[in-house]
């Protein structure tokens, strides 16, 4: 993971073209050279960024000294000139004949407008380093002038384990399903994951007074939920061995206009509480 921190402007061409005026910016640089801008400003989303397969160029104009951390600002040794490209991460080593050609392909890419504007920014000597990202499956290019590096280093952060989701519409099905008297006093499971050939549903029941119940469980439940718990009940009712079907719209919140077009349905709605059902819940009063 590459962390420049620095004075920079950008511009995105190709299908959507955006502009980002000079200021004070970070920009993560990952191993399969995508890209992100983000400033102090917004929420956690980037300003802007270029996903990875994509091919990064770093061009050091002529004639400008380098002000990077490294070196201390004492300038460029002058052994790269206006147009040499560092290929950083897995695209292969700098200057191997691959990697020249796709940069090559990516810079021909930009728009002549920007590549104007970056030779006339060089001329004038603000530019110490510019960062050109061009996309591998369209003609996308990200280009990113740097005019003042105050931090620039990589960190090599291994292997991440990724994120462990607790609380997802699997963990509310396989609960509910060992506490299903939560849909009625006497309901017994028939199964979850009930096939139908429009998908499962993520319980088949029997309540006690032995009709069966189709259950449709949501972590966040939206009228999208309606309608799916709608096609079930429509398609089970139609099998003499299970009709009558009623549905049960089960979710740990659930939005009005959801709540009244499922009980106008003549659905059901339950709220899980799924710290509770899990044995986790306290019972201490938060605030939040």
């Given at each position: ?55 990064l160029r ?53 728009p002549e ?21 061009s996309a ?153």
């Amino acid at each position: 993971m590459r962390i420049i921190v620095a004075d920079c402007s950008a511009e995105y061409s190709g299908r959507l073209n955006t502009t980002l005026g000079p200021a004070k910016r970070v920009i993560l640089v990952k191993a399969d050279q995508s890209c992100l801008i983000f400033s102090e400003l917004g929420s956690y989303k980037p300003l802007n960024w270029m996903c990875a397969p994509c091919t990064l160029r770093e061009i050091v104009p002529e004639e400008c000294p380098d002000t990077s951390p490294d070196n201390g600002g004492d300038g460029d040794s002058g052994d790269k000139k206006a147009g040499d490209a560092d290929i950083t991460g897995p695209g292969g080593e700098e200057g191997s004949p691959t990697s020249a050609e796709e940069a090559d392909q990516a810079e021909s890419a930009a728009p002549e407008s920007l590549i104007a504007q970056e030779q006339d920014e060089n001329q004038s000597g603000s530019v110490r380093k510019v960062l050109r990202v061009s996309a591998g499956k369209n003609s996308d290019v990200l280009t990113i002038r740097l005019y003042q590096i105050y931090s620039d280093q990589t960190f090599d952060l291994g292997t991440d384990p990724g994120v462990v989701k607790d609380g997802v519409e699997a963990h509310l099905q396989r609960c509910l399903a060992q506490q299903i008297e939560r849909i009625g006093e006497g309901a017994r499971l028939v199964r979850r994951e009930y096939p139908t050939p429009i998908g499962p549903v993520d319980i088949m029941a029997i309540d006690g007074e032995g009709m069966h119940v189709a259950v449709e469980i949501k972590r966040n439940g939206g009228i999208d939920g309606v309608e799916q718990l709608t096609r079930y009940c429509q398609l089970l009712n139609r099998d003499p061995l299970l009709a009558p079907v009623r549905g049960i719209f089960a979710a740990q919140t659930i939005t009005p206009q959801a709540r009244t077009l499922a009980e106008d349905r003549g659905f059901e709605c339950l709220v899980l509480d799924y710290e509770e059902m899990k044995g986790t819940d306290d019972g201490e009063l938060t605030l939040f």
